[in-house]
């Protein structure tokens, strides 16, 4: 389970044809995100299903995730990931460990349901929203292709929901082949939650091995 806006033309009315399906995909994301950026706390479950260059599949993964501003806890059943922003704890159940590391933006946007959110205003080329139906909902879906060259992302896919804003799938296909389609629900924006949510405490897994990677 583990972003430069399009360069302008010389032509300004070729430009300008080209712009404007990338402002009406911006200003929904910006909803999106303006949604997301105010709320004090959300809460979401979602299933991850993963697909290699290969095509194979591997079993999908249920979770819970919690999520204020760029904090997050996502809970799944091997996984457990606390992160404050800076640093993130990976507890790993079936051994019993935690890795203690400083992760890049982009290892955080391929972990988290909505860190990528914070990703699309510089990095990525938008094409225009489309009208699809995802998960029974209405949604408008707009794919963002990286314009540097150093990223580890090669599309990302992201689901809007018409209704209210909100986000119901990400699909990232990383340059390597491998794709995470992460499904949304029983998304709630009406949670408050403290700073210490996002903090993993070594008084709550006793025994646990910590391996600091930082």
Do not use: C
């Not at 009406?24 to 979401?44: F, P, T, V």
């Not at 991850?48 to 194979?56: H, L, R």
């Not at 809007?160 to 799938?169: A, D, G």
Request: proline share 2%; charged share 20%.
């Amino acid at each position: 389970m583990k972003k430069y806006i399009f360069t302008v033309t010389a032509l300004l009315a070729v430009s300008a044809g080209f712009a404007q399906p990338a402002v009406n995909a911006r200003n929904i994301l910006d909803k999106a995100y303006s949604a997301y950026e105010n709320s004090n706390g959300i809460k979401m479950a979602f299933n991850i299903t993963s697909t290699d260059e290969n095509g194979t599949v591997y079993q999908s993964q249920k979770g819970t995730a919690r999520v204020k501003g760029n904090k997050f806890k996502i809970e799944t059943s091997t996984i457990d990931t606390w992160f404050d922003g800076k640093t993130q704890w990976v507890l790993m159940k079936e051994l019993n460990e935690v890795n203690i590391s400083h992760p890049s933006n982009e290892e955080v946007a391929s972990i988290s349901p909505l860190a990528l959110l914070s990703m699309y205003k510089t990095g990525f080329t938008l094409d225009a929203p489309a009208s699809e139906i995802i998960n029974g909902k209405n949604a408008f879906v707009i794919n963002l292709s990286p314009t540097g060259s150093k990223s580890d992302f090669k599309e990302i896919s992201v689901a809007i929901e018409k209704k209210n804003n909100s986000v119901l799938q990400v699909d990232i296909t990383l340059k390597n082949g491998m794709r995470n389609k992460i499904d949304i629900g029983d998304y709630n924006t009406n949670y408050n939650f403290a700073d210490t949510e996002f903090i993993f405490n070594k008084d709550h897994h006793k025994g646990v091995e910590v391996v600091d990677l930082r």
